[in-house]
């Protein structure tokens, strides 16, 4: 059984770029959310998706967007890429159990934006 | 709302000491507290969870942590450090009840002296 992944594992860019980050949830989960962790920090969450619609989205700019597929799995979008937008994008899936609240985390892409 | 302390950045401990890295956690409603490892360049693992039930909570490669409710704390140990327990360490609080966002504190490097 296939973990939760992630595409592509690093990425450059440059600034006022746009970026797409690839998301494949964990067999049986229908939930993935979104985290920005910045060097040094703790992930911070950007938003989730449940049924291919933003369901909670975090403090972050519209620069920031998201999709769902009917499959489950997503994408993150940055517009107009800034060099503070330089992180590691970690996706997490959960699924349909309403009493776990365990999310399974992808290894991360490390975008770095020039 | 929902928020991590994590006190110490940085913890050193010499091998076979005890670890004790410190959550203090804070939440308008009974939470769900969580521990992660992150190794170098790579993603978010589950150490242990509490969601409800006993306060003991035993996660893998010997570490536990107890909810203590009057105290608002999670604190991880581990009775005697390995080297391969070197890592960053995050605390996280998400409401009870399915479907919610992970809040995690900035972190805890863990160095293991030999």
């Known amino acids: 059984d296939a973990g939760v992944t992630q595409s592509p594992t690093h990425l450059i860019k440059t600034r006022g770029q746009q970026v797409t980050l690839r998301c494949s949830p964990k067999s049986g989960h229908d939930t993935v959310s979104w985290y920005q962790q910045a060097l040094g920090q703790g992930p911070q969450f950007i938003f989730q998706y449940y049924e291919e619609e933003e369901r909670q989205r975090g403090n972050f700019p519209d620069r920031f967007s998201g999709h769902q597929f009917p499959n489950y799995s997503s994408e993150l979008n940055v517009n107009a890429l800034l060099l503070g937008d330089s992180a590691l994008y970690l996706c997490?899936?959960?699924?349909?159990?309403?009493?776990?609240?365990?999310?399974?985390f992808g290894p991360g892409t490390r975008l770095t934006v020039t | 709302a929902q928020s991590v302390t994590q006190l110490g950045s940085h913890v050193s401990v010499s091998e076979g000491a005890l670890v004790l890295l410190r959550c203090n956690y804070s939440?308008?409603?009974?939470?769900?507290l969580f521990w992660y490892v992150q190794y170098p360049n790579q993603g978010l693992q589950l150490l242990l969870k509490?969601?409800?039930?006993?306060?003991l909570v035993k996660g893998i490669n010997g570490f536990e942590a107890e909810f203590k409710k009057s105290e608002t704390s999670f604190h991880l140990t581990k009775p005697s450090a390995h080297m391969s327990d070197a890592a960053e360490y995050f605390c996280a609080v998400t409401p009870s009840g399915g479907y919610q966002k992970v809040t995690f504190g900035t972190g805890t490097k863990l160095q293991v002296i030999p």
């Open positions: 939440s308008s409603v009974p939470p769900y």
């Open positions: 997490a899936s959960s699924g349909p159990d309403r009493e776990d609240d365990e999310q399974y």
């Open positions: 509490y969601t409800t039930g006993a306060t």
